[in-house]
């Protein structure tokens, strides 16, 4: 196959492009390099421009990859098998080809820069990579990917956060947008990009999803720059006062590391249809493989949460009894956990686990971010987790993108590992295929969730619309650790109902779905809801989605076992009906229709269904729906 390579490079002198096109043929990627040596890709999907002529290349502290390049070889393309297990999400296991190939550029000043294609059935992605050995780092001063995109597409983008101790966190809404539009101020004031991951519908009724992959220890996190004039959306770093609390940092938040060494995917992922990218494995197959050997001790599951309902600081009595209560609802509903959040130190620890114990019931606790940055520091507070006896921890406000925050997460992830900790991370930052790598990484917030009814006031008008665009968006990238059915009375009065808040937590995906009220609340439930929270799982045998419309209305099958429920919001501020074919996923032993109560914000009502092969019910403004197809293993 030595001839393509020639051929390809003659091609490429001359103007024309190397293309990649997936197992399938349906998604190709093209790379070009002009007569100046500007590089630049599009991506088609069917023949169909999903991204128009766009910029690649890097300046680093000791060269420009920018112009000026020359093609020095093009390897063969290769089949990229990707057979692995994720821990919780849509589906367990996964089975995706890819193709890749890797192209080597040359400067002006003979140094050398490699771009690696990859085009899968899913969608494509690249990335820049350096193979010299040097012993001095090098600093990347700009990056110049960009993302052109139709400017009559439709968007659903969050805007990248002001810097404070609670943030950039992922934490805000998604607004509908167009490119070319700047992101409007939101939450913590005025805004600075757009965080990823981004949704688009072209004119074409095409899908796409912008996102990274296999950010490791290497590389920053990075967004989208505000500018998106003429369409295209260009890759920006964090920005240099972004910090951990308590946590000193360097001046400059540029990219920095020894050679060789290989960047992060930009990642294109492809769809005919909203579900399409709702259901995509391409973050999680770009990752890095699974770095742990053995993950039997790795458990998904449910967890009780006193911090929603409790938030404020109680007397070491007052906290053991709360905790004791929110132990006592995990075994009523046969949860696998309760999480202890702030506070915990109030209370016995001692006796806390034996009681936990006898239930066979695992805890969780709180920490601060500002503990594992420094390797001493951090052996030490895992350590001392270790021998409490809990069996994983929540680590909160990391609140940067920075490359330091992203060495820090990876090695607190590897080395929870190796002392069997689960890890749930929260005000930090976009999961980008960590899953894959480090299962014990059971979810992350990342997420605007139920805990913003304590402090924004837009949350309850928008939050239902919020709730219909996350599975397009945010949970594509990972387990999203959202904390569903908050149903108690907090600062601003919540406006969805009981029943739409319940099909979140059938909706959503996460390794551990934390319960975010008093179990008690619960327990009033209609007794086949009840036992649909003790059925409820965070880890699914399969996922279809049969109504997909981002912000307006979702309606999703998962199977667990050989027991389905479809779970549904309604997105909009009217009421909107559908239809369903329960037959579909027959043969099914029992089976119950629970939505809205006398009182919707706050009741359940149940329905027994008699095997009607089609369903049509009317799922009301901001509303929600859940049928529960039982048949017991």
């Avoid at 402090?455 to 569903?484: C, H, Q, W």
Wanted: glycine share 8%; net charge negative; charged share 20%.
């Amino acid at each position: 196959m030595k001839w393509l390579s020639v051929l390809l490079a003659i091609g490429l002198a001359e103007g024309k492009t190397i293309p990649l096109s997936s197992p399938d043929s349906r998604n190709r990627i093209s790379l070009e390099i002009t007569e100046t040596g500007e590089i630049h890709y599009t991506v088609e999907r069917d023949g169909i421009s999903i991204i128009d002529e766009s910029p690649l290349g890097l300046i680093t502290s000791d060269g420009d990859f920018t112009k000026q390049l020359r093609l020095l070889s093009v390897s063969d393309p290769s089949i990229q098998t990707e057979n692995y297990t994720l821990i919780s999400g849509n589906q367990r296991s996964v089975h995706q080809e890819h193709r890749r190939l890797s192209i080597k550029l040359e400067n002006a000043n003979s140094q050398s820069l490699f771009i690696d294609l990859d085009a899968g059935n899913e969608g494509v992605a690249f990335r820049y990579r350096f193979d010299q050995q040097t012993g001095s780092p090098r600093t990347i001063q700009s990056e110049s990917t960009g993302f052109k995109i139709s400017e009559q597409a439709h968007g659903w983008i969050s805007p990248y956060n002001n810097s404070s101790d609670t943030s950039p966190a992922y934490e805000d809404y998604y607004f509908k947008t167009q490119p070319g539009s700047a992101p409007p101020d939101s939450r913590g004031g005025k805004t600075r990009g757009w965080y990823f991951p981004a949704l688009f519908e072209l004119p074409t009724g095409k899908w796409i999803l912008l996102t990274e992959s296999a950010t490791t220890e290497n590389y920053p996190g990075c967004h989208l720059a505000s500018d998106s004039q003429g369409g295209i959306y260009h890759i920006e770093f964090p920005f240099p006062d972004e910090r951990t609390q308590g946590v000193d940092f360097p001046p400059s938040a540029l990219p920095q590391h020894q050679l060789p060494w290989t960047m992060p995917w930009r990642v294109i992922a492809l769809a005919d249809s909203a579900a399409g990218i709702a259901n995509s494995t391409l973050v999680t197959d770009l990752a890095p493989a699974c770095e742990i050997d053995d993950v039997s001790w790795i458990r998904p599951g449910r967890a009780s949460w006193s911090w929603w309902a409790h938030p404020d600081s109680l007397d070491q009595t007052a906290t053991s009894q709360i905790y004791q209560h929110y132990l006592d609802g995990a075994e009523h509903f046969a949860w696998e956990y309760t999480l202890l959040d702030a506070g915990w130190w109030q209370t016995d620890m001692a006796k806390m686990r034996f009681a936990a114990e006898q239930k066979g019931i695992g805890l969780l606790a709180w920490t601060h971010a500002n503990d594992f940055y420094d390797p001493k520091k951090r052996a030490a507070k895992l350590d001392e987790f270790k021998q409490m006896g809990v069996a994983g921890i929540k680590i909160d406000f990391w609140c940067s993108d920075r490359q330091e925050t992203m060495e820090a997460i990876q090695s607190t992830l590897r080395e929870a590992a190796t002392r069997h900790l689960l890890v749930d991370l929260h005000g930090c930052p976009l999961t980008r295929g960590w899953q894959r790598t480090f299962p014990n990484l059971i979810s992350a917030e990342a997420v605007l969730g139920t805990e913003s009814y304590m402090f924004d006031e837009r949350y309850p008008e928008k939050s239902a619309e919020l709730n219909a665009i996350l599975p397009f968006t945010r949970n594509v990238m990972g387990p999203m650790d959202y904390t569903p059915l908050g149903l108690g009375k907090k600062g601003y009065a919540r406006q969805n109902s009981a029943a739409h808040e319940l099909a979140t937590a059938f909706i959503f995906n996460s390794g551990i779905v934390h319960f975010a009220d008093d179990p008690k609340i619960y327990e009033k439930f209609p007794a086949p809801a009840q036992d649909a929270l003790r059925s409820i799982r965070a880890a699914w045998d399969e996922t279809r989605y049969l109504i997909a419309r981002p912000g307006e209305l979702v309606v999703v099958a998962r199977r667990a076992g050989k027991s389905w429920f479809i779970a549904g919001i309604n997105g909009q501020s009217k009421d909107e009906e559908i239809t369903l074919h329960p037959s579909e996923f027959a043969p099914f032993q029992k089976a119950f229709l629970i939505a809205e109560g006398s009182n919707p914000l706050d009741d359940l009502s149940s329905t027994p269904l008699n095997g009607d092969p089609e369903i049509s019910h009317v799922i009301p403004a901001k509303g929600g729906i859940l049928i529960w197809l039982s048949n017991p293993e």
